[in-house]
Every structure is written in structure tokens, then in C-alpha cells.
């Protein structure tokens, strides 16, 4: 090649060069801009965590491999590591291309083995990508046409780059002082012969446009998660799961949650653009599955689709607000009012998007600006305030349930080492008052110094948070933080998971920092250091766990001398807060009891019962109930089981209407793991009244 | 259109009263307190008009202890425009026609279109004030009202009736005496209940509003709390037979309900 037409070569690729990436870089330029409409919020804390956050979701695509995903998460995996050492590669031949540089490294016999290895798997993972999508298209996948323009240019960019190392090899242009890699080396005779450079120059033209198309294309798509998906695992939310955004000031502020595109963080509109579509977070919603209008992915486009559309306009006027997101045609309020908050579509979603953040944002925009939250969950919040209790039941009856049990309160017995919150669940329902009853059995008979606070404890205002009203959560938590305050309480002890989530992780948000122990936990470390003792047979009535007289134990209680009990888990206590083992342990140390599993939906993947999210105090007349699911699932499973335990008063309510509707009162029967354990105490006869 | 809806602040449903020592009254320690909710419905009624109608105010007006002032602050929060506390010396003693003779004096004052009440409050049930208001005034009055437009040169009512509603037309300023409609009292926003924080709720005396407050009224000789119920008695072991023989002969000769 002569020096001219090398010059012009050099420019016309320097040109390329720069309008590939001009154009992605507006884009990318455009995109910030609308990111940042958003207010600041700071994602700084805890930098080692964020570190180690990038190094094994990022790097190591750890959220890909989830077991119903684990074939097509690795192939992601293999395009994903492919791509990272490709892009070095490209690199370097831009770099020598224009510049004549080289990256240090790229021109070793590992490197071209590593690049030829990786563009083999890279080339069966977009074929399977391919084939899924035109065969084997899940109906929750969401296919733009886009998606198949990405995977030929990314096929095109393997084909090429395998061309041109082969057509270099045959050419002998590369240097061989190493073994040929094992697919350029098969390629190599093919080309070899006089149009060998030719071959070459064609392929590495190809390749290096092919990749300045990629560049200038990818930011207009779904696939610019290559890129964002870096800075939204690096700074994805640090608060523990179960705690909801502080909202500061109230007093100050004229506006509450979310009602214009202003009102997100820009990290939530980073969600956005990070949205792969791949559908995940769908899969697992509860509210999806049994036909409510909720899909948490379409929540998350919603918000970045508006924030398109008007990101222009409130970049001109900063007076301008724009449609408030829940106001929008796109997002109505029946599905922002359908999510239960079990944040199954956060533990599913691989690059971390925050999607009960945003619906809780919206949700109280509507609860605190509009006042618009269903009638129903209206109620339960003047019940709240009023009575301290979302059912509306008597401030003076909340401690009836204790009456003649000489269980002393605070003020009886301001020493005592456990504050024993007891929530409103098993405070005045029927049912959870049982649960209470067995859980201070428990306690007393482990000689553990407790008391509860009497008619001085007042909701937590975990459903009130939930719904969106902030202020009255504030109110509520505040109350409460002011009598664990005035008998100097440190340690909580709580049998309900709602109550856990907020006392532990949000009420330090208000000051108020709690050694917090959901009873599950600390009934398994004691019988870890052998202070609780069960027998086979127990002492109570197994059917009567808790002076309930009006049920009588089976024949399907003790078949055999074991019972067979499928373990639910809460959302609030598994996923929200990671605790899954405790409750099973509890479970497995209780003699003649068998746990099993409602597979596959446990765990991780554990389905809501459909109360939380202040869903227990709304009507849910569309599509199948969430609670009757959950027992359809476990009868799929477990047949066999007799008794399906849980440790939340919620699910405890919703398993047993589910049960009652299906009518298998005879077969399977609700309980907490509590009632289990105080079933089987060993000594006072009275153990648990 | 002016509306003016007069409340009374009482003890909230959910609060488990106690009678006080000398028989005479409720102990008030620790009593939530309310806005009775037949007027909570009253309010709901005139908001929704003024929703309708953008040219209306709705004035708020209660005759109690300082402590109603919370009442008003609520109602203030769920959208009224302006609110007035009477109160004096012996205004928790005061009686239902005293109480309406004192409504009637700031009625005169404001010359609403319109005054609303609830049909009746929720701690005495006695259902007097709005009544005895309207015939101070001397102004018609409607009972039992789930509905009100305007129309030509007056007022459209609708008053509940057994089985479905009449519609009566009143020309001028007239009492309406509401009950529970459809549309639950709504609840109200943030930005509401911050600028009800922040709004002045004049007082005026009761004493020097110049209305008679003698005349005849009624006096509690005592009040005591309802027995209590009786524990329910399970009948589980046994033949089934013998059990539902056993069972409706309680009914019947214990229970008497048979």
C-alpha cells in the first residue's frame, strides 16, 4: 500500500471513528441530561460494599444464574466476559489502526487464544439467544426488533474478527510465534492464497465499522445496559432491603412522592435505562401471575418512557412539571395499588433495579397529595390513627389478649431484658392472639425476662408507610420510639415480620436504634444453647395449641408420630430481611415434625400470601386471589403436608382464608412455627394457657 | 354559594368509654376524640359541591371545650375555608336548644346559603341541634339528606326515604340534616393538613354572642357502661344427636331464641 492511500485510509477511519461515537455520545450526553432531572440523591455509603457489588454482580453476573434462568444466564455470562475481552481487543486495533499504538498484551499468544475461545462461545450464545427468541419466546418476553439488529452485529463483529485473524495467520501477517488459536487456526488454510491480505483488509473493515455502528447504535436501545448497568450496580441502594426511603422534613416540603419526572432520583431514572426487558422481575410478581393489572417491569419503562418523552420539555422550563407519572394513560393506580411490595421483581431483576421504590414513590403522590388511595386502604389508615390499629379495634383492648396470663408490661417490670413488641396482628386477631400466647410460653419457659408495653404500644405504621402515607408511618414511629424511649428499652423481640422490618431497619431512620430479633431467630438460638426442651408428645393438646378449644386435634395431626409441615415463607422475614434458615431449624428441631418445601416457590423465590404492601386492607376482586395461589402451590407440591407454618400473622390470616375457601380444613392446616414449638414444650402443663 | 356545617367533637368509635365517679359523665383521660361522623358526612357533602361549584366557601363552626379545636383543624385539613370556635365557661354542659340558640347568632353573622348539619351526634344520639337551629332561625329544615344541588332560585334535597329518596326544592337559606351517603368522608391530603396547621381559627365567646342560653333543657340523672357479655359456652364432645337435641333445647329455653 502506498503512503497516500495509507494516510487516507487512516483519516477515513479516524472519521468513522468520530462519527460512531458522536453519535452515541450525544445520545449517551441526552441521556445524562434527562438523568439528572432527577434530584440528588446520594448513593456514596458504604464504598467496600459497592466495590464488592460490582465485582460479583457486575463481574461476576452473579444474579444471572437464578436456577429457572441458569442455561440462558450463562450464556449472557459468556457474551458478557466475551465481550469485555473483545472490547480490548477493539481497542487495540483502533488504537494501532489509527495511531499505529498497541495495547500492551494484545499481541501474546494468550490474548488471541482467550479472543478466538470467547468469539466461539459468544457465537453459541447469540445463536441460542437467537433461536429462543424466534422458538422458544417466553410470553413475559418482551422481543423489540432492535434485539435481533444487536444480535447480528454482534454476530457480524464475532464472524468478522475470526476472519480477519484467520485471513492475518494465512497471510502471515500476524506474528507466529505462537500456536494458532484453535478456530482462526482452522479458518486460516481457507483464505490462504494470493486474496489473503485482501480477505484481511475486508474483515478488519467490517469489523472496526461494525463496531462504530454498534456504538453509535446502542444508546437509542434496551442494550445500553452494556454500559449503564456498570454505575447501577455500583450504586444500587445500600439501605437494608425492607427499609422504604426516609422522606425528610415534611413539615418543609410542598410536594410529596413521586408527581412529575423531578420528583425521581437519578438513580431511579438510571433503573431505567438499565432495563434489559428480559422480563425476570414479571416471572415472580404475585400480582402478575394471578391476573392483576400489575407488571413491574412495564412500571419501570413507564417511568423511563416519560422521561423521553418530557425529558426535552423540563430541560427548557424549569417551571415545567410535566403529567404526574401516575396520572399518565400508561401507569394507572389500580396497578400501583396491586403490588404487595414482597419484592420478588427486586430479588429477580440482574442488574438491580429498585422496582417497589418507585411504586411506593407514586403510591404516595397519590396517598399524600391526592388522597387517593383505594377506600378500603383509607379506612385502615383513620383506624391507624385514630385507634393505633388498622382494624379499628378499641386502644384499650390492646392488651385483652394477655388477661389472666400475668404477662407484665413495661411499667409492671421496667427491667426486663426484652421489650416484647407485639403488633397489632396478635394483639386483637382471634387467630394471632394464639400465636402471642404461644410465643410467651415459649419465652417464660426459657427463662427469659420479658414484658410488653400494654395499651402503650400503637402501630408501627409499617402498612401506613406502605401505602404511601409517610407522615402518619412518622407519627406512628415516633409514638412508639417515645415509650420504648421512656423505659429505656434495648432489646425488641417481635413475632411479626412487618413489625421486625420497621422497628429494626426504618425506625433508626427517625433515631430510634433497637437490638431487634424477630422471634423465629431467637427462639432458634435458644434451643441452639438447649434452653428450650421439647418432648414428642407434648404436654397441650397438639390441636389446641393456645386454649383454642373449638378445633380438636385429627387423625392427620401425628400419623405415625410425624406430621408432615410445609414451610411458607414471608417476604418480610425471607427476602426483605434474609432470614430463612432460623425458622427452618426452629422447625427441625421440633420432634415429629417433617419439613418440606413448597418448591419452587421458596426461599428466594418464596410467593407472597398477598397481604403486604398494605394489600391485607384492600379488596382484591381481580383475577385469582394471591392467598389462594399460594395454596394451589403448596398442594402441588406438598400433598402430604397436614400443616403449612409460617412465622408472620399475615400470612397466617391469608393461609387460613385460603384453606377455609378451598375447603381443605381437613387436610392442611395453617400454623406459626411458634404454635409448633409451644405444642411440644416440655414441663408446666400450662406452658402456653 | 356560601355553606356553613356546624360539628360537634365527640368520642371517637373505636374508644371504649368509661363512666366517671359521680355517674354524670364520661371520663375524658384518654379519650380519642372526633369529629361525630354524621358530620363528618355533612363536611364530605359541602366539599363536594364546593368541588363542583369553584365559587363556594364552606365555613366550619362548633360550640365546645378548647379541645374541639382539634375538630375544626380536621375539617380545616379536609378542605373547608375557614373555621370559628365558640366557647365559654360552661360550654360542656351546655344543652342542645342553648347550643342552637348560640349556632344561630354566628349564622346570623355569616348569612350562609346553606347550614349543614349531621342528623345527630354520635355520643348522645339525641338528634336536636339541627333541628332546634333551623326553627331558631326560622328557616326551613330537611332530614336525613344524602344530597343537595343547586337550581334555579334555590335548592334541590335529596332526603332518604324506605326504599329510595325525595326530592324537595327549598327557595331560600334552609338547615339540611345529613346522613351517611355513599362517599365515605374523604381523607385528607398532606398539603391539607399542613395548611390547616398553619390557619387561624378565631374564637368567639360564647357569653357575649348574646344568645339566651337558659330556657328549658335536660338533665342526666346517671349513666352507667352496658353488662357484659356472658361468656359463649362450646359444646364439642358427645354423640352429634344428643349434642343438636341438647343444642336447640338451649336454644330455646335458655337463649330464647327458638
Known amino acids: 500500500m502506498t503512503a497516500p492511500t495509507q494516510g487516507i485510509l487512516v483519516i477515513v477511519l479516524a472519521a468513522a471513528v468520530a462519527l460512531g461515537f458522536g453519535i452515541g455520545g450525544y445520545r449517551v450526553w441526552k441521556l445524562y441530561r434527562y438523568m439528572r432531572l432527577g434530584w440528588d440523591e446520594d448513593r456514596s455509603d458504604r464504598p467496600a460494599t459497592r466495590l464488592r457489588d460490582e465485582l460479583v454482580i457486575y463481574l461476576g453476573q452473579s444474579k444471572l444464574f437464578k436456577r429457572p434462568y441458569l442455561v440462558r444466564g450463562l450464556a449472557h455470562a459468556l457474551i458478557f466476559w466475551g465481550f469485555l475481552v473483545i472490547t480490548l481487543g477493539t481497542v487495540d486495533l483502533l488504537l494501532n489502526g489509527i495511531f499505529g499504538l498497541h495495547v500492551p498484551g494484545t499481541e501474546t499468544g494468550l490474548f488471541a487464544w482467550t479472543i478466538d475461545l470467547f468469539a466461539i462461545a459468544v457465537l453459541a450464545s447469540i445463536a441460542l439467544a437467537a433461536v429462543r427468541r424466534m422458538f422458544f419466546r417466553p410470553p413475559t418476553m418482551h422481543v423489540a426488533p432492535g434485539g435481533y439488529v ?209 411504586i411506593v414513590d407514586m403510591r404516595r403522590f397519590l396517598a399524600m397529595m391526592e388522597s387517593a388511595a383505594p377506600p378500603e386502604a383509607q379506612r385502615a389508615l383513620t383506624n391507624i390513627e385514630r385507634a393505633g390499629n388498622p382494624w379499628g379495634e378499641s386502644r384499650e383492648a390492646r392488651a385483652d389478649w394477655a388477661d389472666g396470663l400475668e404477662i407484665p408490661t413495661l411499667a409492671e417490670k421496667p427491667d426486663a431484658e426484652y421489650l416484647y413488641f407485639v403488633g397489632c396482628a396478635a394483639s386483637y386477631d382471634r387467630r394471632n392472639q394464639r400465636v402471642a400466647k404461644a410465643l410467651a410460653a415459649i419465652l417464660r419457659s426459657a427463662g427469659l425476662s420479658f414484658a410488653i408495653l400494654g395499651r402503650e404500644e400503637t402501630c408501627n405504621g409499617d402498612p401506613a408507610r406502605r401505602i404511601g402515607n409517610e407522615y402518619l408511618w412518622q407519627i406512628q414511629a415516633q409514638a412508639n420510639i417515645e415509650a420504648f424511649d421512656r423505659y429505656s428499652v434495648r432489646k425488641v423481640i417481635t413475632s411479626c415480620p412487618h413489625c421486625f422490618n420497621t422497628i429494626a431497619n426504618e425506625f433508626p431512620q427517625l433515631g430510634g436504634r433497637y437490638e431487634v430479633v424477630h422471634a423465629l431467630t431467637l427462639v432458634d438460638s435458644l434451643i441452639k444453647e438447649g434452653r428450650i426442651r421439647m418432648a414428642r408428645e407434648g404436654p397441650v393438646d397438639r390441636g389446641n395449641v393456645a386454649g383454642h378449644p373449638e378445633r380438636t386435634t385429627s387423625s392427620l395431626d401425628l400419623a405415625g408420630g410425624r406430621e408432615v409441615v410445609a414451610y411458607h415463607d414471608p417476604c418480610y422475614l425471607g427476602r426483605h430481611n434474609k432470614i430463612y434458615d432460623a425458622p427452618r431449624a426452629v422447625m427441625d428441631a421440633v420432634p415429629g415434625v417433617e419439613r418440606v418445601e413448597i418448591e419452587p416457590h421458596h426461599r428466594e423465590r418464596g410467593f407472597c400470601c398477598g397481604a403486604g404492601g398494605g394489600r391485607m386492607w384492600m379488596e382484591e376482586q381481580v383475577g385469582q386471589r394471591v392467598n389462594h395461589r399460594r395454596i394451589d402451590q403448596l398442594r402441588a407440591a406438598q400433598a402430604d403436608a397436614t400443616k403449612v407454618a409460617s412465622g408472620c400473622p399475615f400470612c397466617l390470616i391469608m393461609l387460613e382464608e385460603g384453606v377455609g375457601a378451598k375447603g381443605l380444613q381437613e387436610q392442611v392446616r395453617p400454623v406459626d412455627v411458634l404454635e409448633l414449638v409451644a405444642s411440644r414444650l416440655e414441663g408446666s402443663a400450662d406452658a402456653s394457657h | 354559594m356560601k355553606l356553613l356545617v356546624c360539628v360537634k367533637q365527640v368520642p371517637d368509635s373505636t374508644v371504649r368509654v368509661k363512666v366517671a365517679g359521680d355517674q354524670k359523665a364520661i371520663v375524658p383521660e384518654g379519650v380519642t376524640w372526633a369529629i361525630s361522623p354524621y358530620d363528618e358526612y355533612a363536611i364530605e357533602l359541602a366539599l363536594e359541591h364546593k368541588d363542583a361549584n369553584p365559587g363556594t366557601t364552606v365555613g366550619v363552626i362548633t360550640v365546645g371545650p378548647p379541645r374541639a379545636r382539634d375538630a375544626l383543624r380536621q375539617a380545616l385539613a379536609m378542605g373547608c375555608d375557614d373555621a370559628t370556635l365558640v366557647t365559654g365557661a360552661d360550654v360542656e354542659t351546655l344543652g342542645g336548644l342553648a347550643t342552637a340558640r348560640a349556632l344561630a347568632k354566628v349564622v346570623d353573622e355569616v348569612t350562609p346559603d346553606l347550614v349543614l348539619c349531621g342528623k345527630q351526634a354520635s355520643d348522645d344520639d339525641q338528634g336536636f341541634v339541627g333541628q332546634a337551629l333551623a326553627e331558631t332561625l326560622g328557616w326551613p329544615h330537611v332530614a336525613i339528606v344524602t344530597k343537595f344541588v343547586a337550581s334555579d332560585g334555590g335548592t334541590e334535597i335529596w332526603k332518604e326515604v324506605e326504599g329510595g329518596h325525595e326530592v324537595w326544592k327549598a327557595s331560600g337559606p334552609a338547615v339540611l340534616t345529613v346522613q351517611k351517603s355513599q362517599k365515605d368522608p374523604r381523607y385528607p391530603s398532606l398539603p391539607g393538613i399542613m395548611k390547616a396547621k398553619k390557619k387561624e381559627i378565631p374564637e368567639k365567646d360564647l357569653a357575649s354572642l348574646g344568645a339566651d342560653l337558659g330556657g328549658p333543657s335536660v338533665e342526666i340523672r346517671a349513666m352507667e357502661p352496658p353488662p357484659a357479655r356472658k361468656a359463649g359456652r362450646v359444646m364439642k364432645d358427645g354423640d352429634p344427636k344428643a349434642l343438636a337435641a341438647e343444642l336447640a333445647k338451649l336454644l330455646r329455653d335458655e337463649a330464647r331464641v327458638l
Open chain 1, 150 to 358: 444487536i444480535l447480528v452485529l454482534i454476530g457480524v463483529l464475532m464472524l468478522s474478527l475470526l476472519v480477519f485473524e484467520s485471513a492475518g495467520i494465512a497471510a502471515e501477517l500476524v506474528k507466529q510465534g505462537f500456536t494458532p488459536p484453535p478456530l482462526a487456526g482452522l479458518f486460516a488454510p481457507a483464505v490462504r492464497g494470493p486474496y489473503a491480505h485482501l480477505v484481511f483488509a475486508g474483515a478488519w473493515w467490517v469489523h472496526v465499522l461494525t463496531v462504530l455502528a454498534f456504538a453509535a447504535y446502542l444508546p437509542h436501545t434496551k442494550h445500553l445496559h452494556i454500559v449503564t448497568t456498570l454505575p447501577n450496580v455500583l450504586f444500587r441502594s445500600q439501605r437494608p432491603r425492607g427499609a422504604l426511603r426516609a422522606m425528610a422534613d415534611l413539615e418543609e416540603q410542598e410536594t410529596f412522592g413521586a408527581a412529575t419526572m423531578r420528583d425521581f432520583s437519578w438513580k431511579q431514572h438510571l433503573d431505567g435505562y438499565t432495563c434489559t426487558e428480559c422480563g425476570r422481575c414479571s416471572d415472580q410478581c404475585p400480582a402478575l401471575a394471578t391476573g392483576k393489572p400489575l407488571d413491574p417491569q412495564k412500571i419501570v419503562l413507564d417511568v423511563r418512557d416519560l422521561l423521553l418523552r418530557e425529558g426535552d420539555l423540563l430541560m427548557r422550563d424549569v417551571h415545567a412539571s410535566g403529567t404526574p407519572p401516575a396520572h399518565q394513560t400508561e401507569t394507572k393506580p389500580e396497578e400501583l395499588w396491586a403490588c404487595t411490595t414482597c419484592a420478588a421483581c427486586v430479588e429477580a431483576c440482574p442488574v438491580t433495579i429498585e422496582h417497589v421504590d418507585k
